[in-house]
């Protein structure tokens, strides 16, 4: 069973602050790596994706990827209250184009 | 903007009863697949299908069974519901069969089975 693990949170961190959200698969050969967004009674919605190893940086978020040691994280820099939200890690596999979710990590940005 | 509709936001079921849980793209995707969430556990993939009259199981398919007789509706169908199937279902689309592909969400049925 390939996995996709998260610490569900939550994290909370103060307005301004970094947050670093952090997921690791347990498949080498994955291919594809997301980073959705999902408010308090809404569907996921896509804010990244990365499939090479290092950085890509999208205005105050960047994905960040080491395939090597199987781990994908998410910077939110000048995190803001409207950020709060559960962050959901997504990675789809070689020889399928079905999408794996992680479990989510809860984050509270506090004003 | 792609839009992906479910057709009830919340439905309540009796234990045995068949459930049908609808959804419709409309922007042309090839893939449609449905997941299921629950606190904890994230989404889980119930079943997919890359085709018209094409399904795949996905990592939950006991329980459940699909359709897809047009490429812009796939439904789930609960054959005789249980408590264990009380969730929010989430359908989702994307637009062709490649790795890359993100997916577009649906906005969800809660669905409670008593």
């Known amino acids: ?111 | 903007d792609v839009k992906v509709t479910q057709s009830s936001r919340y439905l309540v079921k009796r234990t045995g009863e068949k459930v049908f849980l609808e959804c419709v793209q409309d922007m042309d995707h090839e893939n449609m697949f449905w997941y299921r969430q629950d606190p904890g556990l994230g989404l889980r993939l119930i079943y997919f299908s890359y085709d018209v009259k094409m399904k795949e199981k996905g990592d939950i398919p006991e329980g459940y069974s699909v359709s897809r007789e047009k490429k812009e509706r796939f439904s789930l169908i609960l054959e005789s519901a249980s408590t264990n199937q009380t969730s929010m279902y989430l359908c989702a689309s994307s637009y062709l069969r490649q790795i890359n592909e993100k997916l577009f969400f649906g906005s969800g049925t809660q669905l409670s089975v008593l």
């Open chain 1, 1 to 111: 069973q390939k996995e996709v693990e998260q610490n569900s949170g939550p994290l909370s961190v103060p307005e301004g602050a970094i947050a670093s959200l952090n997921c690791t698969y347990s498949d080498r050969v994955s291919q594809s790596f997301f980073w959705y967004r999902q408010y308090s009674g809404k569907s996921p919605e896509l804010i990244m994706s990365i499939y090479s190893n290092g950085d890509k940086e999208d205005g105050r978020f960047t994905a960040q990827l080491n395939k090597a040691s199987q781990y994908v994280s998410l910077l939110i820099r000048d995190s803001q209250p409207s950020d709060s939200a559960t962050y959901l890690c997504a990675v789809i596999y070689t020889g399928g184009f079905k999408t794996i979710f992680g479990a989510g990590t809860r984050l509270f940005v506090k004003a």
